[in-house]
């Protein structure tokens, strides 16, 4: 069973960076899709942004698109967030996961190998 774990959360001001990480516990794979979700407190889980492994293909949220950037390492265990110009409404637990296919949908019911999240506060 494959673990992801996601780090590199904090709290930050409005208009700072973080930029997040998810380490998979081994070869995520080809012909996958990684992708990043968020929940805040009585929210909904959304899909942030999520990268197809072969290939690279990406997609973003509207709220996010321009600010955050993924992307993944060359040995594909790794895949990263750069979150710029975070917003108070960026205020969430984030979390990894992985969809065994392509990033056709973001629906998270495709998804699994859920991370434990990490907390990302922006401050106004």
């Known amino acids: 069973q494959m673990h992801m774990v996601e780090s590199g959360g904090g709290s930050v001001q409005d208009g700072e960076s973080l930029r997040l990480s998810c380490e998979a516990s081994?070869?995520?794979?080809?012909?996958?899709?990684m992708a990043w979700f968020r929940q805040a407190p009585g929210e909904q889980r959304e899909a942030v942004a999520a990268?197809?492994?072969?290939?690279?293909?990406?997609r973003y949220a509207d709220s996010v698109e321009g600010r955050f950037t993924i992307s993944q390492d060359k040995n594909k265990k790794t895949v990263y967030l750069q979150m710029n110009s975070l917003k108070p409404e960026d205020t969430a637990m984030y979390y990894c996961?992985?969809?065994?296919?392509?990033?056709?949908?973001?629906?998270?019911?495709?998804?699994?190998?859920w991370g434990p999240g990490t907390q990302v506060t922006v401050s106004s």
């Open positions: 990268i197809g492994t072969t290939g690279g293909r990406t």
């Open positions: 081994g070869n995520i794979g080809a012909h996958t899709c």
């Open positions: 996961a992985r969809s065994l296919g392509p990033c056709v949908s973001v629906d998270e019911s495709l998804f699994g190998n």
